[in-house]
């Protein structure tokens, strides 16, 4: 089904998916032909995937409980150190978001403010 979907908007002129040469794929660069109309791009560095931290759960959810443990250990209370990795962990997810937005900002030539 979705071949024949592919099939019907690229007749109708809409669509068109273009594999990139080699050198767009080695420099990253855009396709030529994108500054007159909508092309799309296959993804073969995954970039969409690494702009967003896609797959990054493990390892930050390892961060916390690392810093936790040091801040236990550190602190002596439990109370204290569970605030501290609440406020650290608040600021990575600000941190996350706010690059994440300016860099797919960057990446896709879309205002940030524009972005859901």
């Known amino acids: 089904m979705p071949s024949v979907c592919n099939q019907f908007w690229s007749l109708c002129g809409v ?10 794929r080695l420099f ?7 500054a ?12 969409f995937a690494s702009t ?4 990054q759960e493990l390892r930050l959810y390892v961060f ?6 040091s801040l236990y250990m550190s602190l ?4 204290r150190a569970g605030i501290v ?8 997810v600000w ?3 706010h690059w994440g937005e300016n860099n797919l900002s960057r990446k896709t030539l879309v205002d940030r403010h524009f972005l859901i």
């Not at 669509?15 to 767009?24: D, G, R």
């Not at 916390?64 to 443990?69: G, I, Q, T, V, Y």
């Not at 002596?76 to 109370?79: F, I, S, Y």
């Open 52 to 55: 967003i931290f896609f797959g």
């Open 28 to 34: 990253r660069m855009p396709p030529e032909s994108a």
């Open 76 to 79: 002596g209370n439990a109370a």
């Open 95 to 97: 941190i996350r978001q």
């Open 15 to 24: 669509l068109q998916v273009i594999i990139p040469t080699y050198w767009q």
């Open 64 to 69: 916390e409980a690392l810093l936790f443990s």
């Open 85 to 92: 990795t609440f406020v650290v962990q608040r600021v990575v």
């Open 36 to 47: 007159n109309h909508t092309v799309l791009q296959h993804d073969f560095h995954h970039s």
